[in-house]
Each structure stands twice: as structure tokens, then as C-alpha cells.
């Protein structure tokens, strides 16, 4: 569920659910943006209108929702230029963001609706959406506390080779990414803006895991006609996963070896030329002497010329096999 359709249905839910509900003249004070009732130093706090109750509560839960935003946004952008410099995966990113969302979502549903308030001359609803700090902070500190350690003791882990060490990392780096996540939600909660230290690098645990990633070679060789630009295409979506090719002449870790053939396809036409295709592949742990995965395909493509035939068959081969098949070996290596 998206930040936006969780709001809708907290306001949904919202209505009656401890919710006191004002009458008269006179505005609650809260309409101003402050609160005896619930201090800012105490709570987190915003006030939403609109012409029903439905839409003012709707509101108040996304003002306090942008507060949180803010943070997320700073998070994402340290996360990337980090990543970018390491040459890291880049799943990475989309790991810290995924984290956020769900550490904010699960924040954002302990908001209530505290008062709501119709004003007699106009009809427009008001309501004030209250979030507890002390409440939510402790929650949060208790479950970060949990992780670091957690974490700790992933980093004491004497693991013996490069894919245990790798993968031992990327377990610390998933809940980093958590960390990370409830870290920033409880400087937005915290009414000094003050997060939890760890007692370990964050920075060095990421650099670590990159240069383990970067130490795993891999071998791509495919044969055949066109085999050479297949192989450059699977490099290249590899690299771009944050893998390292083996350089010519270094033993490999991975080593992916495969054949594309072209055949007569037996189809008669005047004007079409078609071709027939057989891909096979197979990836090798060279670490475990281990079979990872393997591909035997073929098909048939047909264009004006048979040249164009084999470039259809080829832009087929990359994007329906190649690039599942650069995440299967990445997926490996950090299972």
C-alpha cells in the first residue's frame, strides 16, 4: 500500500474511532497550527481541511505524512550519490527506498485523528491529526537497538570464502538498509532531531560489501555467429548489476559459457526470409565446481532480409533471456 492510499484509509477507518468531534462558534485553537492540548515537543502534529470530514482527515494525515517525506527524500540522495561512488549495486537504492516506505507506512499508522471541527458559517471541515513522540520514538529505538545488534554479530562472522563472505554481508546490509530506514523516521519523531549512533561504521560495512562484490570474476564467453555481441550484452548487464569480468588470463569465480547456432527455419516465402535460432548456456560456480543455471532455447524470427531476421532474433535473445539471466547470477552470489 502507497503512502497516499494508506492515508485514505486511515481517514476511512479514522472516523468514530476515539475522535472528538467540535461544535459552536468558536474555532479550536489548533486551526492555528498550535495545541495545549498536544505540545509540540510532545507530538507530531497537522491540520487538514475540506468539505467533508472524510476529505479534512485525509489532509491532516498527509501533513504529517510530508514531514516524514522530507527525510526520506535526504536518505535516498545520500544512499545514491553513495552508491554511485562505490560503483555498488544498484539495487541498493531501490533496497533503501523499499525499506523506508514500509519503516514510514507503519509510523503514519499509529497517527490518529485527535478532534475534528465543522465551522457553522462556511460547512468546512477541520481535523487535526496527532502523532505521539515519546510512544513512537521508544518503539523505534527498541527496534534499532535489535538490528545493531543483529548486525554485530553478522560483522564478527569469520566467514571462509568469498561467496559466504559476500553473502554475509549483504545479510548486514539488509538490515542496514532497515536501520537506515527506522534511523530517519526517529529524527523526524524525536523532537531534537536526534537519531541513534551505531557502534560500527555504516560507511565502511557499505564500502566492505562493494569491494567483496568486486572481487568475485566472472567469465563470459558465447560462441557462434553473433556470439561475441551477446556476450558484450551480458557483460555489460552484469557491470551495470555491480559485477566485476574476469580481466583476460585471471581465473574465474563464475564462468558463463553458451553457443548460439542459426538454422534453416523450413519456411517458404517470396517476400519474408526467416530465420531459426538455438541459444544454450550454462553458468558454472567455478568456487564449488556447481551447476548455477542453464538456457536451452530457440526460436523463430522473420523480417524483409535474412540479416534483419537474425537482428530481430538477437534483440529477442537479450531482452527475454539475457537480462533475467544477469539476475539469476546476481542473485546467486547474494542469496
Not at 61 to 84: D, H, L, M, N, T
Not at 184 to 205: A, E, I
Not at 319 to 333: F, M, P, V
Request: glycine content about 8%; aromatic content about 8%.
Amino acid at each position: 500500500m502507497d503512502l497516499r492510499n494508506l492515508f485514505l484509509f486511515l481517514a476511512f477507518v479514522g472516523l468514530g474511532c476515539g475522535t472528538t468531534q467540535l461544535k459552536g462558534s468558536e474555532p479550536p485553537s489548533w486551526i492555528g497550527g498550535s495545541s495545549p492540548k498536544y505540545p509540540s515537543s510532545f507530538y507530531l502534529t497537522a491540520v487538514g481541511e475540506g468539505e467533508t470530514a472524510k476529505d479534512a482527515e485525509a489532509s491532516a494525515y498527509a501533513g504529517i505524512s510530508k514531514i516524514f517525506q522530507v527525510e526520506v527524500k535526504s536518505q535516498e540522495e545520500i544512499r545514491e550519490r553513495y552508491v554511485q561512488r562505490n560503483n555498488q549495486v544498484k539495487e541498493e537504492r531501490f533496497s533503501l527506498k523499499s525499506s523506508i516506505d514500509l519503516s514510514t507506512q507503519k509510523v503514519l499508522s499509529q497517527v490518529r485523528i485527535a478532534q475534528v471541527y465543522q465551522n457553522p458559517q462556511s460547512g468546512r471541515w477541520y481535523a487535526l491529526a496527532v502523532l505521539d513522540r515519546d510512544q513512537v520514538g521508544t518503539s523505534l529505538r527498541e527496534r534499532i537497538k535489535g538490528l545493531d545488534q543483529e548486525i554485530e554479530q553478522l560483522l564478527a562472522t569469520k566467514a571462509q570464502g568469498k561467496l559466504p563472505r559476500i553473502r554475509t554481508l549483504k545479510k548486514a546490509m539488509d538490515k542496514l538498509d532497515l536501520r537506515e530506514a527506522l534511523n530517519s523516521d526517529l529524527r523526524v519523531v524525536d523532537s531534537q532531531g536526534q537519531g541513534v549512533k551505531p557502534g560500527y561504521d555504516p560507511g565502511q560495512l557499505t564500502q566492505n560489501f562493494a569491494e567483496e562484490l568486486q572481487g568475485i570474476s566472472i567469465k563470459v564467453k558465447i560462441e557462434g555467429d553473433y556470439g561475441k555481441e551477446l556476450s558484450a550484452a551480458l557483460t555489460e548487464s552484469l557491470v551495470g548489476q555491480g559485477l566485476s569480468v574476469a580481466p583476460q588470463g585471471k581465473p574465474e569465480d563464475i564462468l558463463v559459457k553458451g553457443r548460439l547456432q542459426w538454422e534453416k527455419s523450413g519456411i517458404s516465402d517470396q517476400r519474408w526470409k526467416f530465420v531459426r535460432w538455438i541459444f544454450k548456456l550454462e553458468v558454472w560456480d567455478k568456487l564449488n565446481n556447481q551447476l548455477i543455471t542453464s538456457l536451452d532455447k530457440e526460436g523463430r524470427e522473420g523480417h524483409l532480409t535474412y540479416q534483419e531476421a537474425k537482428r530481430r532474433a538477437l534483440r529477442t535473445i537479450k531482452a527475454d533471456h539475457l537480462k533475467k539471466l544477469s539476475q539469476e547470477i546476481t542473485d546467486y552470489i547474494l542469496k
